[in-house]
């Protein structure tokens, strides 16, 4: 979801512009742990292509490489106006407290650690 904000000041006559875009990433959970079948298999297939792509913009703004791959899919094109130039990105991350999702929030922590390591200036 977006939200596009519009502030005009009057006094001096300008107009600012700014979008908020809310996303639920979802899991990165083991298919192999969530045992998911039919179009729930298909859903967690493009959720973590989606993350791995998001995972790949991250790399290419962190290492400042020319080209950022952000039409790989759909997160990470709509997302790249909130991925460069001069924004300001906020991502939560959370993490399960019990053992059993040990791997995962691990995993989610490390991809949380490399996103907090881009400078978006």
Do not use: W
Request: contains cysteine; proline residues 2%; aromatic residues 4%.
């Amino acid at each position: 979801m977006a939200i596009i904000i519009e502030q005009t000041n009057t006094a001096k006559n300008t107009k600012k512009v700014s979008k908020l875009s809310l996303v639920d990433l979802a899991g990165s959970e083991r298919l192999s742990k969530t045992e998911a079948e039919g179009e729930r298999l298909k859903e967690s297939l493009h959720i973590n292509k989606s993350l791995s792509a998001l995972g790949d913009v991250i790399s290419a703004l962190t290492s400042k490489k020319g080209h950022v791959p952000f039409r790989n899919s759909k997160l990470t094109h709509m997302l790249s106006d909130s991925l460069g130039n001069d924004s300001k990105t906020l991502l939560f991350v959370n993490a399960s407290p019990v053992l059993y999702n040990a791997q995962e929030s691990s995993c989610s922590l490390d991809f949380a650690t490399r996103a907090r390591n881009v400078d978006l200036s």
